[in-house]
């Protein structure tokens, strides 16, 4: 199948690149890897003619660095090179897990954190992990730079804050200390699939008992999103099988609370109930 015609403009600087999706008069796209813009191409989802504006050349949006704030993560580094990053593996296992996961090493190498994040698929596998770390997003337009909460940047399936004439440029993961982790995802078979269950998990103790806990999920509701109440109802309780054995219960009831009944409901809820289970475990040591 051939694709669509289409415009294309690889500018050197973020200023200009900036530049270039402010003056656009038709439907412009940034191109980072391209491995969803570009099916969305072929699928026809965008326009005839649209500008793509390759970022490739905005080497300063790439890397990772830890500062004073935390883990700083440009949004064109791609999953192949965060799955690798000692940083990442250190300060941020869920995220390096999570990047290792997605699709095939062709993928990896050309698909990037900025990109699955803009994407919004309720699917996307670095989302849990972000949430769990309440990542910040900076995000640039020609007259501005702004700082968004993940949370708030995500409006719904596919759907973001992000305006057009705007780039995400990079997030800022805040140090988490003293944390432990766990992750679960699920797919239909042990090859390249899209997630049908994401957990993602962080646990800080004191002794058994449980000081702060964060609990993301992804594909199981429209928008992946924190447990509040499970990570409440966690909170100053002892570790033992049998507390996880109700969180996971609990954060079934909840996840499907806010997703509604669906026809995948009784699958999922009692299988999320699992996976929840194992990734606190997982997070605890046992
Ligand atoms: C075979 C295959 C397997 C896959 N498997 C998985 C998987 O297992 N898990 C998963 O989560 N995803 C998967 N994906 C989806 C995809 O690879 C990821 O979402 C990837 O991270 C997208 O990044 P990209 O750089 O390729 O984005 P692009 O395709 O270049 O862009 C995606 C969207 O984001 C916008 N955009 C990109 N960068 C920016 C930016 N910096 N600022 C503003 N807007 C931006 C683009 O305009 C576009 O709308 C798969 C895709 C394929 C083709």
């Not at 708030?152 to 705007?166: M, Q, S, V, W």
């Not at 309780?237 to 409901?265: C, D, Y």
Request: one cysteine or more; glycine letters at 8%; a positive charge.
């Amino acid at each position: 199948m051939h694709l669509p015609a289409f415009q294309y403009k690889r500018p050197g600087t973020l200023r200009e690149a900036l530049e270039l999706l402010s003056l656009s008069r038709g439907p412009v796209f940034p191109l980072a890897g391209g491995t969803d813009l570009v099916v969305q191409l072929r699928k026809k989802s965008v326009a005839q003619e649209s500008l793509l504006v390759d970022l490739g050349n905005l080497t300063e949006l790439r890397g990772v660095q830890l500062d004073s704030n935390g883990l700083q993560i440009g949004a064109l580094t791609t999953h192949a090179q965060l799955a690798a990053a000692p940083l990442i593996q250190t300060e941020a296992p869920l995220l390096a897990w999570a990047c290792a996961r997605v699709g095939t090493p062709q993928t990896r190498a050309r698909g990037t954190l900025g990109g699955n994040v803009v994407h919004a698929s309720p699917a996307a596998d670095t989302i849990p992990p972000l949430l769990v770390h309440e990542a910040i997003l900076v995000i640039c337009s020609p007259q501005a730079k702004r700082r968004s909460a993940l949370d708030r940047f995500l409006l719904g399936p596919y759907r973001t804050t992000k305006r057009t004439d705007e780039l995400l440029v990079a997030f800022s993961l805040p140090k988490l200390t003293n944390f432990r982790y766990g992750y679960q995802r699920l797919i239909r078979r042990q090859a390249v699939g899209i997630a049908r269950i994401i957990v993602a998990v962080a646990l800080r103790f004191e002794g058994r008992t449980i000081c702060e806990a964060r609990l993301a999920c992804g594909a199981v509701t429209p928008v992946a999103c924190r447990l509040a109440g499970v990570e409440e109802w966690l909170r100053g309780k002892e570790a033992t099988p049998s507390l996880f054995q109700e969180a996971g219960e609990r954060a079934g009831r909840e996840a499907i609370a806010r997703s509604g009944p669906r026809w995948s409901t009784p699958y999922k809820q009692p299988v999320l109930a699992s996976l929840v289970r194992r990734a606190l475990q997982q997070a605890g040591g046992f």
